[in-house]
């Protein structure tokens, strides 16, 4: 008789988890240097979400032939880190804290330029993003611009919540995976994420200390997929003039190599389910960045808002006189 097997059925449900804060936040201790840090941002989904059992040595083998035949393994200039930075990160999977929006996995590898490309074992990489309206955990009274609704309306109202930030530490193969949502966006900037790569440091207190930079970027989403997931719940209650790839400030064109990330849909007709998102950063564990690169690559809208940022905001963040190359931290 025929061989029956059954396959496995995985659900989608939109993200719930209980609330968390921290009522301290730990400084890393990072030496100071110059913007040396490079990356390298390889797309390639079907190799990011390969077993992670594969060994060490294949991984490194594949990673040195992918970027030998793209010829993309070379360093990339760090871009800045923004104004919302917050140290103390937690070292966690599941950065959602209860976030509503259109579920995300994350799946990051992390390679040496210097040495084949192999795998950067034990790199931590530290991502932080915004919500589906545009807010960001501990600057919570900041204006995404448009019209959005209070961020209190999802019940997060204390500015020393964490959501939407934290780090994992790389396997043997270079990899880190986080489980997020898909990021909301705010005037003047396109959708993105924000990253470090950090090395030479380690866990304490649920977070991850001292070690240095070694790269500073971000991440973004091709604009017809931000576009599908903006038409959505609860993305669709922010409104006003979204900019996209090719107006954005930071961005800069380059595709993979420039932070574009990989995306597929977990399913091909409904975008409410979710997506997953690869990229393939290359550094030097040697070099240190400062998170002041460059933040050029576009022309913000006109009539973009320059609002007073919180108080206790990071000295970089933009003032009621900022100009649009100082927004551009954002």
Aim: hydrophobic residues 30%.
């Amino acid at each position: 008789m025929p061989l029956t097997v059954a396959l496995p059925s995985f659900p989608i449900m939109t993200r719930s988890h209980k609330d968390t804060s921290v009522t301290r936040r730990r400084a890393l201790a990072v030496t100071g240097g110059t913007v040396a840090a490079g990356g390298l941002a390889v797309a390639g989904y079907q190799s990011a979400f390969a077993d992670e059992t594969t060994t060490a040595t294949d991984a490194e083998a594949t990673a040195s032939a992918t970027s030998t035949s793209s010829g993309q393994c070379v360093l990339m200039s760090s871009v800045t880190e923004g104004p919302y930075y917050l140290d103390g990160a937690l070292v966690r999977k599941d950065i959602t804290e209860g976030k509503g929006g259109v579920p995300l996995t994350l799946r990051i590898t992390v390679q040496d330029t210097t040495d084949s490309c192999g795998p950067v074992a034990g790199a931590a990489v530290e991502i932080w993003h915004c919500d589906a309206w545009g807010y960001y955990s501990g600057y919570t009274t900041a204006n995404p611009g448009g019209s959005a609704p209070a961020e209190s309306e999802d019940g997060s109202t204390a500015n020393d919540q964490t959501y939407l930030r934290g780090y994992q530490v790389a396997n043997a193969n270079g990899v880190v995976k986080f489980e997020t949502i898909f990021p909301g966006w705010y005037t003047p900037r396109t959708t993105h994420i924000h990253v470090r790569v950090h090395t030479g440091g380690e866990k304490a207190d649920g977070t991850y200390e001292g070690g240095k930079v070694n790269f500073t970027g971000q991440f973004f989403f091709d604009d017809d997929i931000a576009a599908e997931v903006q038409s959505l719940e609860p993305y669709s209650k922010h409104t006003g003039s979204y900019t996209k790839l090719a107006d954005d400030m930071v961005y800069d064109g380059g595709g993979a190599s420039s932070g574009l990330l990989t995306l597929k849909p977990v399913h091909k007709k409904d975008p409410s389910k979710g997506f997953k998102g690869s990229i393939i950063l290359g550094i030097d564990p040697d070099a240190e960045s400062t998170g002041a690169g460059s933040g050029g690559g576009g022309t913000p809208p006109s009539g973009a808002p320059t609002g007073t940022p919180p108080s206790g905001a990071p000295s970089d963040a933009p003032s009621d006189s900022a100009s649009p190359s100082a927004s551009a931290s954002s």
